[in-house]
């Protein structure tokens, strides 16, 4: 379970908070997705759930733990798909698993058999020897989920995991994480695709100016808003039509 | 162990995979060190195989000018190259074309005769060996001067050893003069001398042995040093760009994530460049034992001194492996770390003596080149190569570059911590 109390991020020189105050519970075995449009908070929020930036205020505990008592014990507990494919271009996909593997502290068969089931479940297994440098989007997108999950995380996130990949690829992704979720993985995971999230979510939140505006089951807040069909219908109407660019 | 052997692994494929980049770490020194020690050794050569062409415009054509050329011609230095106008010679110097033009003035050797004899019959006639030693008044001689004129690019080290050499050839030609004049007075016959003009006090350099043999420093003991610790730090550069592609290309955001800390991801790096410098500093002393000779450059001679070199060639490259992790740590950007490295060993090198000898610097440059880890890696290998030492004379210096790393170290570990805390 994620309790978050009052969590907030400004950052330095910023004249706004990205994150204001923003409380949520997740379940565990959940799949939540985190909406909203561009500089909503998303990243920022999954940057400070996965420690990589520090809260200006406010607190939030994953599985009962918190990243300034349980750390690495935390770090075991969780894993991170980010938006960007974080991988050594000149080595291979499996070379690429087998390091950021052995930093979770597999080793020997077990990482091996990992790293190859995953390639096999990915559709990547002639790849595995290949320099990532010459894959294509959606197969780096494939090995980045990968590099997330080897060591079966207890909490996965995922930062916009299916953006600029083909249909294929986006199916192979999400089929996956449905199977993760069927094994217990909890998965929070911020996405623009909302017909994706509308299917593939448990619950979602859509933030705007690091705030939740709303929250909820996709099918009863499409419900509850008046003349939506889908969860865009209930995005538009709560986020409104005008431009989100953000410098 | 597990995740540093990993890290290790990763580090080591990702520099084999860039074969243009280990071309230019293993090879780009070599090629430095052949170049720098082939323009450096004919300093180091007793008799030099080059000869400078020199102008000379000869105004006085008397004994003293002969002198001056006799002299000249037999330093093996010069090529002396007459010419007849002094305005001739001095616009071929300052155009460049010649880097040196020495102007003998009218009648020198004549009034240095007229001077000195008047000197020698004062003397005389001090002590009444004069047959007539009534006060004749004294004829006022004008001081004559011989002109010099440098190219002004000439560096000053080679003006001042040219002035030095020539003070000193004059005032060998007045000596041998003034006793020359001696001696007529005195009547007696010139094939004859009855004074000894050379120098009674002479010097000889002692130089420092090894059994009953003498240890001659040549370039290649001076620059292969030198030029491998230029290059072991100049691994700087590529690995301070490592380290920040590592943060640009996202694979250290994912390491921030995952349970493993900083100093296991910098162990990999520094276990892999620790290697590459050793290979570094092994290819220059096989170049210096083989090559050197194969192309007319003196052998470096490593007879015994095997290990103590490697040790003082590990523990510099842990003190440029410590200075590349910490700017790679604080470089946001290639264009900040590569340039900022480069420059920074350029300094580094020229604090620690391998431009310019630590002694011949000013003294707050003396005092500051004490605190460059390329002086104590130099001053190292010099103890090693030249000054003969044991291991427990380079403990100071090997001591002051691992603590260098451990400082190094600390700070990029402790800098990450505070600029990632959550």
């Known amino acids: 379970m994620i309790q978050i109390n009052q969590l907030s991020k400004k950052y330095k020189g910023a004249e706004f908070f990205s994150v204001k105050d923003l409380s949520l519970k997740i379940e565990t075995g959940e799949i939540y997705g985190l909406l909203g449009p561009n500089g909503a908070g998303k990243t920022t929020l999954i940057s400070m759930l996965t420690s990589l930036l520090k809260p200006t205020s406010g607190s939030f505990t994953i599985n009962g733990l918190n990243f300034k008592e349980n750390k690495n014990q935390l770090k075991q507990l969780i894993g991170i798909v980010p938006q960007e494919y974080a991988l050594y271009p000149t080595l291979t996909a499996f070379e690429n698993l087998e390091y950021f593997g052995s930093m979770y502290g597999l080793k020997g068969e077990i990482l091996k058999n990992s790293i190859l089931e995953h390639l096999e479940i990915m559709g990547l297994s002639k790849f595995a020897t290949k320099k990532t440098a010459t894959f294509s989007g959606g197969m780096k997108r494939r090995v980045n989920l990968i590099a997330g999950i080897l060591h079966q995380p207890k909490v996965l996130f995922l930062d916009e995991p299916t953006v600029g990949v083909d249909v294929q690829s986006k199916n192979v992704i999400i089929d996956h994480l449905k199977f993760l979720n069927q094994q217990g993985t909890t998965i929070v995971y911020t996405s623009h695709h909302l ?29 509850t808003q008046a003349g939506a069909n889908n969860l865009e219908d209930v995005f538009l109407a709560q986020t409104g039509k005008a431009l989100r660019d953000y410098a | 162990m597990h995740k540093l052997w990993a890290s290790t692994y990763k580090e080591m494929l990702l520099l084999i995979r860039d074969l243009g980049g280990i071309a230019i770490l293993f090879i780009m020194p070599m090629l430095l060190l052949i170049v720098i020690t082939l323009v450096q050794d004919s300093t180091f050569k007793t008799i030099n195989d080059v000869k400078i062409p020199v102008l000379l415009v000869d ?40 880097q040196l033009a020495i102007i003998i003035p009218e009648n020198l050797s004549a009034s240095l005769q007229k001077k000195v004899n008047q000197n020698v019959e004062g003397i005389l006639s001090k002590f009444g060996l004069e047959e007539d030693n009534s006060l004749v008044e004294k004829e006022a001689i004008p001081a004559k001067e011989v002109r010099l004129y440098f190219d002004p690019a000439t560096q000053l080290s080679f003006k001042s ?24 007075e005195l009547g007696e016959e010139e094939a004859v001398p009855i004074f000894d003009t050379e120098n009674f006090i002479s010097f000889k350099e002692v130089r420092q042995t090894k059994g009953n043999q003498e240890i001659i420093p040549n370039s290649a003991q001076h620059n292969v040093p030198a030029w491998a610790l230029f290059a072991i730090f100049f691994i700087v550069v590529p690995l301070s760009i490592n380290l920040v592609k590592e943060k640009n290309q996202g694979t250290f955001v994912r390491l921030r994530t995952q ?3 900083y100093a296991t991801v910098l162990g990999g790096k520094t276990i892999v460049y620790l290697v590459v410098c050793l290979i570094q500093f092994t290819l220059m002393l096989l170049v210096g034992i083989f090559l050197f000779p194969a192309i007319g450059l003196p052998q470096l001679d490593v007879s015994g001194k095997l290990p103590m070199l490697y040790a003082v060639a590990l523990f510099s490259g842990l003190a440029a492996i410590g200075l590349g992790l910490l700017l790679g740590t604080i470089a946001k950007t290639q264009e900040q770390s590569a340039p900022f490295g480069a420059i920074m060993v350029v300094i580094l090198a020229a604090l620690g003596g391998v431009w310019v000898p630590v002694f011949v610097m000013p003294k707050l440059m003396q005092s500051i080149s004490k605190i460059s880890p390329m002086n104590w ?21 090997i001591s002051l570059l691992l603590l260098f790393f451990i400082i190094t170290i600390l700070i990029a570990i402790i800098y990450n911590q505070k600029k990632n805390a959550v």
């Open chain 1, 195 to 223: 017909i994706e999230a509308e299917v593939f979510c448990t619950r979602v939140a859509i933030i705007d100016q690091g705030e939740i505006i709303i929250k909820g089951i996709p099918s009863e807040l499409i419900k």
């Open chain 2, 59 to 98: 105004n006085d054509n008397g004994e003293v000018s002969k002198n001056i050329i006799d002299n000249l011609s037999e330093s093996n230095s010069f090529e002396i190259l007459q010419k007849n106008t002094e305005d001739e010679a001095k616009e071929a110097v300052f155009a460049g074309k010649y």
């Open chain 2, 161 to 184: 050893s040219v002035k030095n050499g020539i003070d000193k050839m004059i005032s060998k030609i007045e000596t041998q003069s003034i006793y020359k004049a001696f001696q007529t």
């Open chain 2, 259 to 261: 349970p493993v800390n």
């Open chain 2, 377 to 397: 890696g130099l001053e190292a290998f010099y103890d090693v190569f030249l000054r003969n030492v044991n291991f427990v004379k380079i403990l100071p210096e």
